[in-house]
């Protein structure tokens, strides 16, 4: 997959099928818009995903820059659909400021040969937000390109968005996303060096500090499975603080603590079933299927090490 990043100067001299959004989550409904472009490839076009790096909503300050998705976690999702070409728009206040018309000619017709646009009918882009579905219809002809118009998915008459995937997350109701994601909440990283305390407990764990835009769900255990190389194995996964053994302070990569107060930092721990080997170094994905229990603080290192005992046997 070529990625076009951090750039406004770039031309691909190929022909597209484009599909615009933000694809935070990479949901159902964005899924829906990536099935139309991957279709046009038997019609030999090239699948592109045009994307914004930040958000408008980072950047006119209405959001908290936490993401279901991050950027690495796009590209990988991306790459495994069997999209072509992503582009990561860089969004300034001087690109946020672009006439819709002059961007659509600009970028999507000039820069990247565009014949085809999926385009949800939630679509926001150029000065003021007025790049819609309905202007890039109005431009179809002149720029000799195709609109093909998304309507909003819905689950059980709930629309899918980001927005309520996100309220689900925070509220560590992970079945239910799992439901609007089309898969179970995931959290990628490169695992690290932890303190290795769990080992001596007898559940060795591998370690992933979560990039710091990353929204966790609520700290505690979940039933997760991790996928190592393409293939799943059955875990079990603490995401926190490691009160009892770190008094609040999760261990980072070279192996000493991260204060508290640095909560985008918390560690991503998980216990994997059947699977003996070295993973510090390998990117990895962590499922999280279902809340267990909220973090706790223990009294001793025998009540931590009977907890885990019981939240492995209720989780398999």
Not at 234 to 262: C, F, H, R
Request: hydrophobic share 40%; with cysteine.
């Amino acid at each position: 997959m070529e990625i076009i990043a951090d750039s406004l100067d770039f031309q691909l001299n190929r022909d597209t099928a484009i599909a615009i959004g933000k694809f935070d989550g990479v949901h159902l409904g964005h899924r829906r818009l990536l099935e139309e472009i991957l279709a046009k490839k038997q019609d030999g076009l090239e699948a592109c995903v045009f994307t914004f790096d930040v958000s408008p909503s980072v950047l006119f300050g209405l959001s908290d820059g936490k993401v279901l998705t991050t950027r690495e976690e796009k590209r990988r999702i991306f790459r495994e659909m069997g999209v072509d070409v992503l582009v990561e728009f860089p969004m300034t206040l001087e690109t946020a400021a672009i006439e819709p018309e002059d961007f659509a000619r600009r970028f999507l017709s000039d820069a990247l040969g565009c014949r085809f646009i999926a385009a949800g009918d939630d679509l926001s882009f150029g000065r003021y937000g007025r790049g819609n579905a309905a202007l890039l219809k109005s431009l179809a002809e002149e720029l000799s390109f195709e609109v093909k118009t998304i309507a909003k998915v819905q689950i059980d008459g709930t629309p899918v968005s980001s927005t309520y995937i996100r309220s689900l997350v925070e509220a560590g109701e992970m079945e239910e996303a799992a439901r609007f994601l089309g898969e179970s909440y995931c959290v990628d990283g490169k695992v690290v060096h932890g303190n290795h305390f769990g080992h001596s407990l007898g559940f060795p764990t591998m370690n992933l500090i979560p990039s710091e835009d990353k929204l966790l769900p609520p700290f505690g255990v979940y039933a997760s499975k991790v996928r190592i190389e393409n293939k799943l194995y059955k875990a079990i996964t603490n995401v926190g603080l490691k009160p009892t053994v770190t008094d609040g302070k999760p261990a980072g990569e070279d192996g000493q603590s991260i204060s508290k107060n640095e909560r985008m930092h918390a560690g991503v721990e998980t216990h994997l079933r059947d699977y003996d080997g070295d993973l510090y170094g390998q990117e990895v994905q962590v499922f999280l299927h279902h809340f267990q229990r909220p973090e706790q603080k223990f009294e001793s290192i025998d009540a931590l090490k009977a907890q885990i005992a019981r939240d492995v046997e209720a989780c398999r």
